[in-house]
């Protein structure tokens, strides 16, 4: 049985150990820097350290949920000794840590596993199929949205807080990555650390997408909407009853007349369409389940996660691109 410790034991630590000691593993030991933390040891009748390093002699894996600044230093370090490596979101901070997080990875035939929980999203896998399938026709844009009032961050900005979650989905539904890049966003609560970002992804075809995210803002919303020549999605994260919807709407096109050339916008009228409307029945269940369930299955088969350190670089490469647009003032950044 995979012997499995967590580094972190915050308000998402404490879900990876609630998870991980009901999955067919054993959950060693957690360690944290707060000692008051102990008490959570003991609830779940596991080893308790301090140091993060003595954890790491006793398990086959860990679960990394420490603040972002930390995530590469100890990832660097359980790879080096041996250990397979789950990482929560964001990444790392830096391309070049990704990169060398993954050549590592490489060289020792090990597990190595970003947190984009949402990949692990029943509805989301739906979609994924959907798009395939073609049912969606081409895709034109896509609008996501990631709003709240709170938790306000004090290490990351809202974009590298947030933004992982929406870059990983939007380049697992398309398939591929952005050509451009543009930023901008405004710090109000708190000098250089950004509460608002509006963050527009350029790529092939012509295909748009546009993340909004923001940890001040009145109510709270998760939607995700893509709009295709056929049809048109939404996911929202909050409907746990039906989270994805398919809507069979758009605009056709009519020629005027049969012998008319199209030359301009006078050779056709628009009609507007409206057919059915679909809520697709999805996997019920809780996605970090999911995820962490695919993180053992992929150690006891040695297979490639669905969020592996390649997914996580491209997101990392996304985030640079995308604070390099954000400092210069929303410049439009290539993606290289």
Request: hydrophobic share 40%; net charge positive.
């Amino acid at each position: 049985m995979i012997k499995i410790g967590i580094i972190g034991t915050g308000y998402w630590g404490k879900h990876h150990i609630r998870i991980f000691s009901k999955l067919p593993c054993q959950l060693v030991g957690i360690a944290d820097i707060d000692k008051t933390k102990e008490s959570l040891a003991r609830e779940y009748n596991i080893k308790f350290f301090t140091d993060f390093n003595k954890l790491l002699n006793t398990v086959d894996a860990i679960s990394i949920v420490t603040p972002p600044s930390t995530h590469f230093d100890i990832a660097k370090k359980a790879l080096t000794v041996g250990k397979h490596v789950f990482i929560e979101k964001p990444f790392v901070l830096k391309r070049k840590e990704a990169l060398e997080l993954e050549s590592l990875r490489k060289a020792k035939n090990l597990i190595l596993m970003v947190g984009h929980i949402f990949l692990y999203h029943p509805a989301i896998i739906e979609l994924k199929k959907i798009i395939e399938k073609g049912d969606l026709g081409q895709i034109y844009y896509i609008i996501s949205q990631r709003l709240n009032l709170g938790i306000v961050r004090h290490d990351v900005n809202s974009l590298w807080n947030f933004a992982p979650h929406d870059l990983s989905i939007i380049i697992y539904l398309l398939g591929k990555m952005p050509k451009e890049v543009e930023c901008i966003g405004q710090s109000y609560l708190q000098n250089n650390l950004e509460d608002i970002i509006f963050l527009t992804l350029k790529f092939s075809n012509k295909i748009l997408a546009h993340i909004i995210l923001s940890w001040l803002h009145p109510s709270k919303i998760r939607e995700l909407t893509i709009v295709g020549s056929k049809k048109m999605a939404v996911f929202n994260d909050l409907n746990t009853n039906t989270p994805l919807t398919v809507y069979d709407k758009g605009i056709d096109r009519q020629r005027l007349g049969k012998d008319t050339q199209w030359k301009n916008f006078t050779d056709f009228k628009m009609k507007t369409r409206y057919g059915e409307i679909i809520t697709p029945q999805v996997k019920s269940g809780e996605p970090l389940e999911f995820e962490l369930e695919h993180f053992l299955n992929c150690i006891k088969t040695l297979s490639q996660p669905r969020s592996d350190g390649e997914n996580g670089l491209k997101v990392i490469t996304i985030l640079e691109a995308a604070t390099k647009s954000l400092k210069e003032g929303g410049k439009i950044i290539d993606i290289k």
